[in-house]
């Protein structure tokens, strides 16, 4: 008897596959940018700046 498998199976197990990718790189670059104080200072400062930015349009809806 031969097994088949389903196009969900494979697209899940490809989605899988992608997602443990993409959360190693992003491992990787965390891990860069917490070693080199230059762009642990430039990320914080874009990520208040970011954050501020958003807080300014929420509070400024009417």
Do not use: H, K, W, Y
């Amino acid at each position: 008897m031969q097994t088949t498998t389903s196009t969900m199976t494979t697209f899940l197990a490809d989605l899988t596959t992608i997602a443990s990718s993409v959360l190693g790189f992003v491992g990787n670059v965390t891990s860069e940018i917490m070693g080199d104080p230059f762009l642990l200072f430039t990320v914080g400062v874009l990520f208040l700046g970011a954050v501020i930015g958003i807080i300014g349009r929420l509070l400024s809806r009417n």
